[in-house]
């Protein structure tokens, strides 16, 4: 094996002779500067901040053209404008990048440091299932429902808003929560690790401007909650019953029982989540080469 491997590496530095001085340092540096691009761009197609991306990139062209055609006044005025904008960009992307620096912390990076018990696939299995029987009878009751299904973002100081609770997944007690006359039934339940550790609790609203305006708070708040973390939110509507779910700031809304049984377990029951694998190092560097798009919008 290492002899053919030599035999490779002699082929390529003979037949292409710049790969000569490429070092393993260069090959580490493309895969960063790779999937810090992609990352960026993906933010910006799943937010508004995209046409503002748009805009940057007209700038840019804008800029090329001045100085490519001796411009010089026009040219110097875009070069002001772009020398000032750093500040501008920090404004307007505040959201953006607030939330790239919440996962950092609370995501990947902590989990390094922290011992974690391995999640149990059948507390898991049964949250789902005992989740869409009751989701079933509420879409039919028309009860309204929030619940929060945590990953790797930790989120307690969302639990902290409501009442800890410490119990399994059972479609009556999601039922009885969910009551309109019960206490808690206004805000949401948080599930980690396939059991029931807050209700009651308040979500952060999406600060998305361009949302329909015919969903309420809880969609609101579903969709805002999928912004700031890594978690699955699947709401009941208690005007029309229909059942949604928000994922990375995305709402899928109108879900029939048995797709939001298969979206749980695809999102909740799979070896290893998408945004894992997008900070593991040898995706990132395989990303270098090759990296399909494995994410669809609604």
């Known amino acids: 094996m290492a ?8 082929f390529i530095q003979e037949e292409i002779p710049f790969m000569s001085t490429i070092r393993i340092s260069d090959l580490i540096d493309i895969g960063i500067l790779t999937f810090a691009i992609y990352q960026l761009m993906w933010i910006m197609r799943k937010s508004s901040s995209g046409r503002v991306l748009k805009g940057i990139l007209v700038l840019i062209v804008a800029m090329w053209l001045a100085s490519a ?33 919440e996962r950092m912390g609370s995501g990947k990076l902590s989990s390094m440091f922290s011992s974690q018990r391995p999640v149990s696939l059948h507390d898991m299995e ?58 808690l039934h206004d805000g949401a ?21 361009n949302l329909s305006r015919d969903l309420g708070m809880r969609h609101r708040a579903g969709i805002g909650m999928s912004e700031h973390s890594d978690a699955v939110v699947v ?22 029982p048995e797709t939001l049984e298969r979206l749980l377990r695809n999102e909740l029951l799979s070896d290893q989540p998408e945004e894992e694998k997008n900070l593991n190092l040898g995706s990132l560097l395989s990303g270098v080469f090759s990296r399909g798009k494995k994410e669809g919008d609604e």
């Not at 005992?130 to 619940?147: F, H, N, P, R």
């Not at 929060?148 to 997944?169: A, Y």
């Open 3 to 10: 002899v053919l491997l030599e035999t490779i590496i002699s």
């Open 69 to 101: 055609i001796h411009l010089t006044a026009t040219s110097w005025v875009l070069n002001y404008v772009v020398e000032q904008g750093i500040v501008v960009l920090v404004i307007l992307f505040q959201p953006e990048i607030r939330r790239a620096l």
């Open 189 to 209: 339940v948080i599930v980690r690790e396939g059991r029931i550790v807050g209700a009651g609790c308040m979500l952060p609203l999406s600060g998305n401007v």
């Open 235 to 256: 709401i009941v509507s208690e005007e029309t019953g229909s059942i949604s779910a928000a994922m990375g700031g995305m709402l899928k809304r109108h879900l029939a």
């Open 126 to 183: 049964t949250a789902i299932r005992e989740t869409v029987e009751a989701y079933t009878s509420m879409s039919k009751d028309k009860v309204g429902a929030l619940m929060v299904f945590e990953r790797k973002n930790l989120l307690d100081d969302v639990i902290k808003t409501g009442t800890p609770l410490d119990c399994s997944v059972s479609s009556e007690l999601l039922k009885n929560l969910f009551w309109n006359k019960a206490p």
